[in-house]
């Protein structure tokens, strides 16, 4: 029986030494890709490695931005720097599900023989841009949004899967609202993270217009490849999580819905996250520590991707919005009980 012990831990141990070797070199690489990135996206720092860990994470992305922020060029930087094939839809009114999707087109052949044949529409890409979501239908936004679910979609009885890996990037214009139609908090809660595209520093700005203007422009370098984020994505989900980090992310999801757990910061909230969320800012935390080169997350991961994780997932009773609360203050409330 000793001898059988003495092999199960040599085994354990190996297993533990296989993932260590794993996740020192995909950290390398994912952190060459990071670097890659901020070669052509300068003074995003914190939205290249929210991005990042959304995509380590398996997720989708909502990009909340002004106009002239960048957005479609990390798109595309990020399909040539992971070596992903990236695709971008621009949302408008009169985009059909079809659009996204695709559709059977009636052949013939030469013989006279008809038969239907299915044109697959850009949705079958390994990165999408939706550029704008919220200016398309909600019929159209839905065939999106299930099959960022679901993974496939299916169109005239037959179903056809999406190629792996699949990560949409979605983006929203916070200032014009007239004429867009805003996505319902069911569809919401699909992407992992709300990720906010601020306004570059003076330095990173003045970097920008030497940068973009002159006559040579520094263009995106391939870092990695499609299996390769692959690997990185079942890693991410094998990394050990502390006792105490499963319970600062109890405690922060169950406190940001209404009711006792939530103190006083509970009566401002008219509706919380669910267990969705829990999941989401558990992989997010296991993926900001191995683009770290860490090799377990932290309590310091949950308290800085709270917001972003959850924000999109809350909304505010009437008389906490007349206080002029806002989401952030509550999240940044609820931060103070667990950090």
């Known amino acids: 029986m000793a001898g059988a012990d003495t092999v199960g831990s040599s085994s354990v141990e190996k297993l533990e030494d296989v993932i260590v070797r794993s996740a020192e070199q995909v950290a390398g690489q994912i952190r060459g890709a990071k670097?890659?990135?901020?070669?052509?996206?300068?003074?995003?720092?914190r939205v290249i490695e929210n991005t990042l860990v959304t995509i380590l994470s398996g997720g989708h992305a909502l990009l909340i931005g002004v106009p002239g922020l960048a957005k479609t060029k990390l798109v595309e930087?990020?399909?040539?720097?992971?070596?992903?094939?990236?695709?971008?839809?621009?949302?408008?009114?009169?985009?059909?599900?079809s659009d996204i999707l695709g559709a059977e087109v009636l052949d013939e052949s030469n013989s006279g023989k008809r038969s239907f044949r299915f044109i697959s529409g850009p949705v079958f890409a390994q990165l999408l841009m939706a550029d704008e979501i919220n200016r398309?239908?909600?019929?159209?936004?839905?065939?999106?949004?299930?099959?960022?679910?679901?993974?496939?979609?299916?169109?005239?009885?037959?179903?056809?899967?999406?190629?792996?890996?699949?990560?949409?990037?979605?983006?929203?214009?916070?200032?014009?609202?007239?004429?867009?139609?805003?996505?319902p908090e069911a569809q919401l809660d699909r992407f992992l993270?709300?990720?906010?595209?601020?306004?570059?520093?003076?330095?990173?700005?003045?970097?920008?217009?030497?940068e973009t203007t002159g006559a040579d422009e520094t263009l995106a370098k391939a870092a990695m490849?499609?299996?390769?984020?692959l690997t990185a994505q079942r890693l991410v989900r094998r990394l050990p999580v502390g006792d105490s980090v499963v319970e600062?992310?109890?405690?922060?999801?169950?406190?940001?819905?209404?009711?006792?757990e939530?103190?006083?910061?509970?009566?401002?909230?008219?509706?919380?996250?669910?267990?969705?969320?829990?999941?989401?800012?558990?992989?997010?935390?296991?993926?900001r520590a191995l683009l770290d080169g860490r090799l377990a997350p932290s309590v310091d991961d949950v308290l800085d991707l709270a917001e972003p994780v959850l924000?999109?997932?809350?909304?505010?009773?009437?008389?906490?919005?007349?206080?002029?609360?806002?989401?952030?203050?509550?999240?940044?409330?609820?931060?103070?009980?667990?950090?």
């Open 35 to 45: 670097e890659a990135i901020s070669t052509v996206i300068f003074g995003q720092d």
């Open 77 to 97: 930087t990020l399909g040539i720097t992971l070596g992903l094939d990236a695709k971008r839809i621009q949302f408008t009114p009169d985009l059909m599900p």
């Open 136 to 183: 398309a239908s909600p019929r159209t936004q839905s065939a999106l949004l299930q099959a960022m679910q679901e993974q496939h979609i299916t169109v005239a009885g037959v179903r056809h899967d999406l190629p792996k890996p699949f990560h949409v990037l979605a983006t929203q214009n916070p200032l014009e609202q007239e004429g867009t139609y805003p996505l």
């Open 193 to 210: 993270m709300e990720i906010d595209v601020d306004y570059p520093d003076r330095d990173a700005e003045r970097r920008i217009l030497f």
């Open 225 to 229: 490849d499609a299996e390769t984020l």
């Open 248 to 260: 600062a992310i109890l405690s922060l999801v169950r406190s940001a819905r209404p009711g006792p």
């Open 262 to 287: 939530g103190g006083e910061a509970g009566k401002l909230i008219a509706w919380g996250p669910g267990p969705r969320a829990s999941q989401s800012l558990m992989l997010a935390v296991r993926a």
């Open 311 to 339: 924000k999109h997932r809350m909304a505010l009773t009437f008389s906490a919005r007349a206080e002029g609360r806002s989401i952030a203050d509550v999240i940044k409330q609820l931060k103070t009980r667990i950090g």
